[in-house]
């Protein structure tokens, strides 16, 4: 696994990921869906594995789930699974948080 450094420092990334918003984040040809939810950073593919729409274009509900905007598939941030079991499960990505920045694994 490679650790990519996303944000030089936790504070900068507290400052530019608002909470419950999913944001893209491209790295390499990989497209990540990153959201912070109560202080503590998730990392998911981007891609719906239902119809293929972007989950950072979604919404993250009261329980912790990014939701696609097109049919309203909802997946968790904690281990990627499908909450309907419609669909397959998301890849997660481990994120961890260090004195020199936030990194993603990847793999």
Not at 30 to 45: D, E, G, H, P, S
Not at 59 to 79: A, D, K, T
């Amino acid at each position: 696994m490679q650790w990519i450094k996303i944000f030089s420092s936790m504070e900068e990334a507290q400052s530019r990921i608002q909470s419950d918003k999913p944001q893209l984040v491209l790295i390499g040809e990989k497209r990540i869906c990153l959201v912070k939810r109560q202080n503590q950073f998730f990392a998911v593919q981007d891609r719906c594995t239902h119809n293929g729409e972007s989950l950072s274009k979604g919404m993250v509900n009261y329980l912790g789930e990014v939701i696609c905007p097109w049919h309203n598939y909802r997946f968790s941030l904690q281990n990627g699974r499908e909450c309907s079991s419609r669909s397959a499960d998301l890849i997660t990505y481990p994120v961890k948080v260090e004195s020199n920045g936030l990194f993603i694994g990847i793999f």
